[in-house]
């Protein structure tokens, strides 16, 4: 089923099976359409096809890293626009640093409270 079209979609890229039952569980409320992956190729297929409003990528994946995955979004036309969230484990200032110069639009550090994590995605979409 197609995501409802006055939702934004949000496209949580995360190979750990309890962070995103974590994710599923926060945004349950809220008035988004999720979409998800587990590894990074599939991640940069899945935003480049579905293009949602919003993507939550880990920074640790299998195959194409976090950062790989976001250097590539950022430098493709279709997709340089879509704001990004690093959800990483990596907590150090020199951490955020390095996930925003690759082109992260905003950083969350796992274990993050749910207030934390809403209010990242609700800077950058409304939900």
Request: hydrophobic share 40%.
């Amino acid at each position: 089923m197609p995501p409802a079209l006055d939702r934004p979609v949000v496209l949580h890229v995360e190979d750990n099976p309890s962070n995103r039952k974590v994710v599923q569980h926060i945004l349950r409320g809220v008035d988004v359409t999720l979409l998800e992956t587990t590894d990074g190729e599939s991640g940069l297929a899945m935003a480049k096809e579905s293009l949602p409003n919003l993507i939550l990528l880990d920074m640790h994946l299998p195959g194409a890293s976090g950062y790989e995955v976001v250097a590539q979004l950022k430098t493709d036309p279709r997709t340089q626009d879509i704001p990004v969230i690093a959800l990483t484990s990596d907590a150090m200032t020199a951490d955020e640093d390095r996930a925003r110069a690759a082109g992260c639009d905003d950083y969350v550090a796992k274990p993050f409270r749910p207030h934390q994590l809403l209010a990242a995605i609700r800077r950058h979409v409304a939900c």
